[in-house]
């Protein structure tokens, strides 16, 4: 059977939204995009904070999720991640925290105490992914992937270094736990490169550029900061970078499942939203302290 290119379906460039008092660049949902199953969100953060202050006093503050995947791509700068099941980790730059919240979990996302000294600068991704019915109530587990322990290769003119962050590609296979099929990869540009992804039939597939611009083969140019999202049709997708570039590569088999979002809560009924309020009011997610 040909090989069949990916058509691109729709073009989204980041805007601009206040997230309690944070601003912070969205492309994930829109108006005319809700999610692109399994993929509920995409943020895009970067943020400074107040040198010789307490990085516990900045950041964000503890929060609970219940029901779907919060995962953070380090782009700059380091995240300490501190939660409820005792975990305390600073990820940085190039590396992923990966959190299945699954029956509840408190979490804070702050800088490190090191990174505030420095009065340096915090970049970040962060991207919710959906977990079938089946597996939102499972106990909660967090995965931090540092930058030695990712699978890596190259394109074939070696100009484009690829993270194989989820899923199987090339011979490779991610090194996180997923909830359900996924191919998530991460891409920069040593030089000038050209790079075919072949995407198992069926994937929903979406493209994040991070840095710099790309083209997209039999579409054209896709700036920074802008998300492009694929037919489900089709099999190849080919892109060429230039030097500077990076991008997030997000394909996932569909759950196909009703969703009842609020706020930090992804489940499939209003009575298991109300059921994650209650237990969140109860305890039942635990306690974070942060120290």
Known sequence: MDKMIKKVKQLIPAYDINMD?????????????DKVDPFLLLHHGRFGFRKNGSALHQGIGPHPHRGFSPVTFV?????HHRDSWGNSQIAKKGEVQWMNAGAGIIHSERPSQKLVDEHKKQEIVQLWINIPASKKMLPPKYQYLPEDAIPVF????????????????????????????????WGSAIKDGT????????????????RGELKI???????????????VEGTEIEISLKSETQFLLLCGKAINEKIVQQ?????NSTTEIMEAMRDYQMGKMGILIEE
């Not at 083969?217 to 999202?229: D, F, P, R, T």
């Open 21 to 33: 008092g944070i601003m912070i660049k969205q492309t994930l949902p829109t108006n005319n995009v």
């Open 75 to 79: 782009i700059d700068g380091e995240v």
């Open 154 to 185: 190259l394109s074939e003119d070696k100009g484009i270094q690829n993270k194989l962050i989820a899923g199987s590609y090339a011979g490779l296979r991610g090194k996180i736990f997923t909830e359900s099929e996924l191919l998530i990869i």
């Open 195 to 210: 790079q075919q992804f072949s995407i198992e039939e069926g994937f929903n597939c979406m493209l994040y550029v991070i």
């Open 217 to 231: 083969s039999a579409y054209g140019m896709v700036e920074k900061e802008s998300l492009v999202v694929f037919e």
């Open 263 to 267: 706020g930090p809560y992804v489940m």
